[in-house]
């Protein structure tokens, strides 16, 4: 097959992760009305894409009481929308969950506590909700702890000394677990992404960001290659890679 064939193009197409690729929303300078835009949509698109009813199903609620509180820190929450989910599914569970969720924009800080603020009954749901502006270095400076620590899609947004350090703050951080849930990159989710989105979210980044995202995202093979032993690296569907610690894994 000759090199310059739109089939050896195909092959070579994210064969690599594209580490200078900036997304929109990153930049500080991007358009506020698209960034809302972005943040008010996120709940559509993860609750396709992260799928974190499940990974909550699976990893989190397994650690809930009805009668003793359990604390989450929701690393880079950005619009807040997974931490809003987990409070309402363990609300619906009876179950105790008191959350912490923090991000070093002050504009997702603030867009999360003002949809918080609209969302019927997340008070009731999590009257420990908490929304703050900060990055981990400075929690684990505090000396604080929780019992569990998650991020969604923030992986690939690092570099490789910010990706290092978050992982050394989870495991300072976490009580008894962490999940870090990323993209992981394809060339089918590529495409499936691309189509399934070119009609939807006008006016925001998703489709654009999104591509960006993936393109800058991990593979499980190169995800393993780069973190601790200690980690675990398990790829869940739709093209995602779940980044998994436990305190207990070091005496086992």
Known sequence: MPEGSPAAAWRRFLAERDQHAVEEM???????????????????????????????????????????????????????????????????????????????????????????????GVTHASPGMVFRRAHSSE?????????????????????????????????????????????????????LFSAGTLPFFPGSFIRRDGLTSIRRSYTAAEMRAVVPPIWRVKSARPYRNLLLYSPAWQHA
């Open 26 to 120: 990153d930049k500080p300078d991007c358009d506020p009305a698209a960034l809302a835009r972005t943040y008010a949509q996120f709940p559509l698109i993860n609750s396709v894409v992260s799928r974190w009813h499940s990974t909550y199903t699976e990893y989190i609620r397994p650690l809930l009481s009805p009668n003793q509180n359990t604390t989450l820190l929701d690393i880079g929450c950005g619009g807040g929308d997974i931490a809003i989910a987990l409070a309402r599914w363990a609300a619906r569970d009876r179950m105790q969950l008191s959350i912490t969720a923090i991000d070093p924009d002050a504009r997702a800080i603030a867009f999360a506590q003002a949809h918080a603020s609209r969302q019927g």
């Open 139 to 191: 929690l684990v400076r505090e000396g604080a702890m929780f019992d569990v620590v998650i991020s969604n899609h923030i992986l690939h947004h690092l570099s490789a000394e910010e990706f290092a350090g978050l992982l050394a703050d989870s495991e300072q951080l976490a009580r008894q677990g962490v999940v870090h849930s990323d993209i992981a990159r394809s060339r089918l989710g590529y495409a």
